[in-house]
T-cell receptor, first 109, second 115 residues
Framework: RKEVEQDPGPFNVPEGATVAFNCTYS??????FFWYRQDCRKEPKLLMS???SGNEDGRFTAQLNRASQYISLLIRDSKLSDSATYLC??????????FGAGTRLTVKP | DVKVTQSSRYLVKRTGEKVFLECVQD?????MFWYRQDPGLGLRLIYF???????EKGDIPEGYSVSREKKERFSLILESASTNQTSMYLC??????????????FGPGTRLLVL
């Protein structure tokens, strides 16, 4: 079983839709959590960190449930430019980052 | 803006060749990493380094070695390339911040094909 599991998708949604991605992790000692975004043939870039209290950045909301070892990302009012692969990343301890395989999102006009 | 550069975007090598992948970062970051990314498997850590001349094995170090002679440069070496090392190789760097989750900054990647 992979340490970080994501639904690979693809998720195909119309512009303006709300879409949610889920991620589970198996190491209960994991310390910090992130969502990265990776465009086709490009490098991953940090989208947002995920905090226990949940956090929001514009149309993006990230939630963490430590008891269930579950992380989510919600995108509201999807734009065409949101089309990308979203990587769930878990930091076990200093610099020991584990990446999910990614969830692919396509937003269609 | 952090800049992480990798020596090649695309590389084609033959089985048995020695391959050098170079990575340079310009932000004086202490930590540097080499990953490979394969479809359905995500990024997997090959090696990382906390400081000059220091290296630590990641999850899949077999068939690879690394070199960090200068802080800004982290090299990945495939001693004898094999076809199962065909992959996208991503370099990253980060700066340890007390009490803050770290951000890893990635280079553009090197797509390596071993024939």
């Amino acid at each position: 079983r992979k340490e970080v599991e994501q639904d690979p998708g693809p998720f195909n949604v119309p512009e303006g839709a709300t879409v949610a991605f889920n991620c589970t992790y198996s190491n209960s000692a994991s310390q910090s959590f992130f969502w990265y975004r990776q465009d086709c043939r490009k490098e991953p870039k940090l989208l947002m960190s995920v905090y226990s209290s949940g956090n929001e950045d514009g149309r993006f909301t990230a939630q963490l449930n430590r008891a269930s070892q579950y992380i989510s990302l919600l995108i509201r009012d999807s734009k065409l430019s949101d089309s990308a692969t979203y990587l769930c990343v878990v930091n076990r301890n200093n610099n020991d980052m584990r990446f999910g395989a990614g969830t692919r999102l396509t937003v269609k006009p | 803006d952090v800049k992480v550069t990798q020596s090649s975007r695309y590389l084609v090598k033959r089985t048995g060749e020695k391959v050098f992948l170079e990575c340079v970062q310009d932000m004086d970051h202490e930590n540097m990493f080499w990953y490979r990314q394969d479809p359905g498997l995500g990024l997997r850590l090959i090696y990382f380094s906390y400081d000059v001349k220091m290296k630590e094995k990641g999850d899949i170090p077999e068939g690879y070695s690394v070199s960090r002679e200068k802080k800004e440069r982290f090299s990945l070496i495939l001693e004898s390339a094999s076809t199962n090392q065909t992959s996208m190789y991503l370099c990253a760097s980060s700066f340890p911040l007390q009490g803050s989750p770290e951000t890893q900054y990635f280079g553009p990647g090197t797509r390596l094909l071993v024939l």
